[in-house]
Every structure is written in C-alpha cells, then in structure tokens.
C-alpha cells in the first residue's frame, strides 16, 4: 500500500513538473507596439505555492542569461524598469516598446528549494505590413478582352506574402491568384470587375482594390504609375523654368552696354566757346567829323589760338568755317567734323 501511495505521488509530480526543460511556445510581437509575454495556469499556481519566481532572456553570447525580473512572496524587482511591466495577478510581463533586439527566447523559472519548472516563451518581431498600392505592368487588347498585368507591394513590412481575390463570387475566380503579380483577362463588356489585393504578413494585414474601367493605362489602381508620369512632367516644367531664367539673366547685362554706349554716339563733338565783352573808352575825335549821338561797335573775330595746334594729318580751319557762329547760325552741330573747336569771340563797347 505504502509503495502505491509513493508511486501515485511520483506519477502527479512528473505531471506537475514535466519531463524536462523543453516546454515552450512562440509569441509574435510587432515592432513598435507592445507585447505581453504569458505563462499557462499550471505555472501560475506553482509561483503562488512555492513564491519563488525568475523571468530571463537569452543574449548573443550562448553562455550568458539576463535576468530581467526577480519574483518572491509577493513582491518583485524588476531590473530593466522602463521597457518592461510586470504583472502580479499572472506572472505576465509586457515588454513596452518592442524592438528587434527583444527578439530572443525568454524563460520563466519556477524554484522550491533543489526543484525548478521552467517556461520557455521564443519572441519573434515582425514590422507590420504598410499600405500596399498596384501598377499596371502591361496591357493589350485582343479578341475583344483586355488583358492586363497587375504588380502589387508595400514598401515596409518583414516576410510579406501577397494574394488576390474578390468579393464578388462571380468574378472570384478571374482575380485568384497567390503572389504579388496577377494576369488579369476580362472582355470589354464587362467593366465592373473588382479585384482585391492584401500584403500581409504574421502580425498585420493590408488590403488595395483595383477596378477595370477602359483598356488602358489609366484604369483605376494604377496610382503608383500616374505618379511616375506627373513627377516626370514636373521635373521637366520645373527644368524649362530655371532655363528661361537664365537666358534672360544672360541676355540683360548685353542689354544694358548697348544703351550705356548709345549717348556717347551721339553725342561725339564737343565745343567750347570763350566770349569776353570788354568796356573801352572813346575814342577822342574832333567833334565836327562825327556826330556826338552816334555810338560806334568794334567787332574782332580771330582764329583758333596759338596754342592750338590742328590735329596731325588735319588741315587747318578756315576762319569760315566757325565765323557764322558769332552770328547764331548752327554750323557747328552740322559740321561733319567731329573734333573738338575753341571759338575766341571779342566785342568792345565804347564808354559812356
């Protein structure tokens, strides 16, 4: 009887116990959100029995374990406060932020004394899938059908698998498809015809529809190439702008010494004249050889000065050609000669 007794207790402590250290599970976490790592009730009621608790993480070096949470009797000492929360009411710990780093195998050790159960719990993180778009690859008309080569992705995401599908059960089988490209034929007639694209990937999941309209390439979800062509036509407006301004940027200072210069043609002669107006005295005469009320006006015109010499190779000027501008005649401006002229005038007047 003694003997049944103790075999029946060696039968219930290997069920509560286990058959060794390789009991685990896998726990998807996705990047940037948090994840809650849990224990199964078994192990929930051991840690309130015996009060002795341990989480740990595996590290890059295979000899080494960091401890992360130490549990005992009701209290506990959490050593990385700020990335992760425990929680008392199941032994549970969230791990707040989730990184790529805390992808590694994580253990929850339940000790009394010699005897411990352990828990092995492997994270893996994932970063979620982004909203995935559809280009039109190609397209041909024939035989009254469209056939049209659609390429669906998302730029983030890890391990993304595609599929195609449709809501309409009528049309399903024309938009079946696993993998990111589909070959999508479909007659003219029929203009209705929607089909669905989801990027997923083990933690999230993203669905795009595209719908036919006309054979070509501006049916509807071929957003991502109308981009292309509208940044092109832009780049290339953009371009023309900047080359008109620097044309005219060019073209402005040619302008500008053309009028500088215009003044000084027209402009080429320069004269001076020197006039000197000089009171003389009378002349004394006998008063019979001429009449007191008459008053007598001495003119004198001369050539240039001494100390102006005529150009080199210039003949000299004739007292002609400058005598009229004492006159008031304008022959100097309709000379064709355009050299510089010094006109000397005198004019005398007798006293008073």
């Known amino acids: 009887m003694g003997c049944s007794v103790w075999l029946w207790l060696l039968i219930s402590l290997s069920c509560v116990w286990g058959m060794g250290r390789g009991a685990r599970e896998t726990v998807l976490g996705t990047l940037g959100e948090a994840t809650i790592l849990r224990i199964p009730p078994d192990l929930q009621n051991l840690t309130l029995r015996f009060g002795e608790a341990v989480w740990k993480r595996d590290t890059e070096d295979p000899q080494r374990k960091l401890i992360l949470l130490k549990y005992s009797n009701g209290s506990y000492t959490n050593y990385l406060q700020g990335q992760n929360r425990f929680h008392k009411l199941d032994f549970s710990l969230e791990i707040l932020n989730t990184s790529r780093q805390d992808g590694q195998l994580y253990e929850y050790i339940v000790s009394k004394g010699p005897e411990e159960k352990v828990w092995q719990v492997q994270l893996e993180v994932y970063e979620p899938v982004s909203d995935p778009s559809i280009q039109i690859l190609s397209w041909a008309l024939a035989n009254g059908s469209c056939t049209v080569t659609l390429n669906c992705t998302a730029e983030r995401g890890d391990n993304i698998s595609y599929s195609w599908g449709s809501w309409d059960t009528s049309t399903s089988g024309l938009c079946s498809h696993n993998g990111s490209l589909l070959n999508l034929s ?26 036919s309209s006309e054979c070509s ?3 509807g979800g071929s957003a991502g190439l109308r981009t292309e062509y509208l940044v092109l036509i832009a780049l290339v407006l953009l371009a023309a702008v900047f080359a008109g ?3 005219v940027r060019l073209a402005m200072p040619k302008a500008g010494q053309e009028h500088s210069r215009l003044p000084l043609a027209e402009d080429g002669a320069v004269h001076t004249i020197y006039s000197q107006v000089q009171r003389v005295e009378r002349q ?5 050889a001429e009449d007191p009320s008459c008053t007598t006006i001495y003119a004198a015109a001369t050539s240039l000065p001494p100390d102006t010499a005529p150009a080199p190779g210039r003949a000299p000027r004739s007292p002609q050609t400058w005598l009229p501008a004492l006159q008031g005649h304008p022959p100097l401006s309709q000379s064709p000669d355009k050299e510089p002229m010094t006109v000397y005038a005198s004019v005398m007047m007798p006293v008073a």
């Open 186 to 211: 479909y007659p003219l007639q029929n203009t209705s015809i929607t089909c669905a694209c989801t990027a997923s990937n083990p933690v999230s999941s993203r669905v795009v529809n595209f719908s």
């Open 217 to 219: 390439y501006e049916q």
């Open 245 to 247: 301004v620097f044309i």
């Open 284 to 288: 004394k005469v006998a008063p019979a």
